[in-house]
């Protein structure tokens, strides 16, 4: 039971009201200037796309499996049970391990700041608690962001992508990485308007890449410990062995 | 005391007003003005040179505390306390490094307390932390000894087989995680760095280097300080640095081989290119140069060999981390003059820690630094442990 957005670039109309009602959310700054840009930052946690008449939205993809979350080493990130991948600013020390590690290149950093916080879209957490939309979905004048249960919305865009022809049959978040909560459908590839290919990120959940390694550790270190252990005992045993005869032949003699 | 202004010094002088002018670019106006650093490159040369290659170049420590006090290899004693005073400064500096890399280096603690357990990250962040902390206790008695305080020498004797198998432990764990970082981005570094093989590469890169910057070190330091250079030192450990030169240059080719890059890698371009600087560097040159017998036994030709394996092994880890990247971004990172210098500043200050050091303290075995009998006659009150500390620092 976790909620996510469906993104239908075939239905999005580029009006951008999605940006601005994000950024009215977060207490972000958004104006002409801001509209015009076309690279999410720290100040822009969505951007709608244009190539021609065609539109591509894009922001964080609340993965099943957040890279981030396991990356961060306080874990300042965390996939709540509602769906949204959240970030706790008090923890964060400043690494930007999550902005390496996540295959979306999500996170963005303040780096103007004296006291820089990592940003992202955080799926608006309290207005999911509050019973209510994203603030970009609730905003779309056309439904082309929609909010939902996960399984519903999958379900919804299999349907539509059966009915029209227009679509390439495909869900892309469905099986990237493992799954996303944010899931798109379109009549073009997101691949072309900079998403990274499926192919490429694949369908394994990126923590398990490092996890297998991490997992290990656990049965690693005793061994080795006891490896070590073992190493210095017998290179030191013999000198410690020749000391004791010493000390035993000394005796004897004062023995006698 | 009139302090004479030689060529090094004024080098030093001049990287230290840079850097601190850089520190305060840093602190005051943030990494954006300081750094090259971007949204799309958010790691740069701070954390390609300064962590990853600074930790690498510490492992002398670990290389020659195992060699010595595990494996019992008693010839290499001389050079076990200014390997560890190298790898303790290292270690010391990677963390001044971290400060400014850290966008809130102000809450650096929070590895403390905020615990993620499935993080790489906070793997090698507790690592570094308990290994600095072994490496002072190892670095320590020569304090003790050069003001001669006894009590806490035998201490520290009493812990020593702790120590030492712990600080070889935390090494082994944190050189090869530095490795394990880079496999949580298989989508974006480029396929000839990434392997899931990392973490053994970038341990079996620690052991080369720890053994070439010992040789370097030695040579350096009988140049400088006026040393007698200890020949059968540098010649067993240049046997053991062919010896893993080999040994990591047969694990990169078998994991080329088995990821079919073997072809690949001979192509021209422009990540080729630069892993062909790094394959000279690290394994053409050195071991060209090692296979010769009369290479083998003369300084300057195993001094030379270990600048290759050095600087062949600093190009593997900033192609990993920077050059890597290159393509999946899209662009080219080029570090500011900024960034540069603050590095520049960390190495010199290393430097000069390091002959701060030797001054004053019983680094290298010789009676020169006024301090009297190095507590030869302190009774062994173990054996095992008395032996390897002081038993040799007399010689």
Redesign the interface.
């Known amino acids: 039971m976790s909620k996510a957005l469906l993104y239908d670039a075939t239905m999005c109309i580029g009006c951008k009201q999605c940006e601005a009602a994000c950024a009215q959310q977060n207490n972000l700054p958004y104006d002409d200037t801001v509209a015009a840009e076309t690279v999410q930052s720290a100040h822009k946690y969505t951007v709608v796309k244009t190539m021609d008449d065609k539109f591509m939205r894009r922001l964080c993809m609340h993965c099943e499996k957040p890279a981030c979350a396991s990356a961060c080493p306080v874990g300042a990130f965390h996939k709540t049970a509602a769906g949204p991948v959240v970030y706790d600013v008090w923890k964060c020390i400043g690494c930007r391990y999550c902005m390496v590690a996540c295959a979306f290149n999500q996170p963005k950093y303040e780096w103007q700041s004296l006291n820089p916080r990592v940003r992202k879209c955080i799926m608006c957490p309290d207005r999911i608690a509050a019973g209510k939309q994203t603030a970009c979905a609730e905003i779309c004048p056309t439904g082309a962001t929609k909010f939902g249960e996960r399984d519903d919305l999958i379900r919804e865009a299999k349907d539509r992508i059966r009915k029209d022809p227009k679509y390439i049959d495909r869900i892309y978040g469905l099986n990237e990485v493992g799954g996303t909560s944010v899931l798109i459908i379109s009549d073009e590839n997101p691949e072309q308007y900079g998403y990274p290919a499926s192919a490429k990120i694949g369908d394994t959940p990126i923590p398990e890449y490092t996890g297998r390694v991490m997992d290990r550790i656990p049965d690693f270190v005793p061994v080795w410990t006891l490896v070590l252990g073992g190493i210095y005992w017998v290179s030191h045993r013999r000198d410690e062995v020749a000391a004791a005869e010493a000390e035993e032949e000394k005796q004897i003699e004062g023995g006698k | 005391m009139k302090i004479k202004l030689t060529f090094w010094r004024v080098v030093f002088i001049v990287v230290m007003v840079l850097g601190l002018y850089s520190s305060y670019i840093r ?7 300081v750094s090259n ?4 490159f ?2 740069g040369l701070w954390i390609g040179f300064d962590c990853l290659c600074g930790v690498m170049l510490a492992a002398g420590g670990f290389i020659m505390v195992g060699a010595v ?4 290899v008693e010839r290499l004693h001389s050079v076990v306390r200014p390997a560890v005073l190298t790898a303790f400064l290292g270690y010391v500096l990677f963390i001044v490094g971290l400060l400014f ?5 102000w ?2 603690w ?2 403390l307390i ?10 090698v ?1 507790m690592c570094v932390m308990t290994y600095t902390t072994v490496l002072l206790f190892e670095f320590l008695p020569n304090v003790f000894e050069a003001v001669n305080w006894k009590a806490p020498i035998k201490w520290i004797n009493k812990i020593y ?1 702790v120590l ?2 712990l600080g ?2 935390l090494s ?2 944190h050189q090869s ?1 530095l490795g ?2 880079y ?6 570094l480029h396929p000839f760095w990434y392997t ?1 093989a990392l ?1 053994f590469f970038f341990f079996g890169s620690a052991v080369a280097v720890g053994l070439a910057m010992t040789i370097f070190e030695s040579t350096q330091s009988a140049r400088v300080f006026g040393r007698q250079l200890e020949l059968p030192v540098l010649v067993t450990l240049g046997g053991a640095l062919l010896v893993a030169l080999w040994v990591n240059l047969l694990l990169r080719f078998e994991d080329y081989f088995h990821r079919g890059l073997l072809r690949e890698i001979f192509k021209p371009s422009y990540e080729a290119y630069f892993l062909w600087l790094e394959l000279v560097l690290t394994f053409v040159l050195p071991i060209a140069i090692l296979s010769f017998k009369k290479a083998r036994l003369s300084p300057q030709w195993l001094y030379l060999a270990s600048i290759f394996t050095v600087l062949g092994f600093i190009t593997n880890r900033l192609n990993i981390a920077l050059i890597g990247f290159e393509t999946y971004v899209g662009h080219h990172y080029v570090p500011k003059w900024t960034e540069f210098s603050i590095t520049l500043m960390i190495i010199a200050m290393g430097f000069a820690l390091f002959a701060v050091a030797v001054r004053y303290l019983p680094i290298f075995p010789q009676e020169e630094h006024g301090v009297k009998p190095r507590l030869r006659s302190e009774p062994a009150t173990s ?2 442990v008395s ?1 390897p500390v002081l038993g040799h620092a007399g010689d």
């Open positions: 602190y005051f106006r943030g990494l954006g003005a650093m971007t949204d799309q958010p790691w006090y595990l494996f019992n890399d850290l966008g809130r280096p809450y650096i929070h590895q905020y615990m993620n357990p499935h993080s790489v990250m906070f793997e962040g087989p030492i198998v070889i432990l082994t764990l995680s394990s970082l496999l949580i981005m298989p989508s974006k899931p973490p054996p095992m032996t």
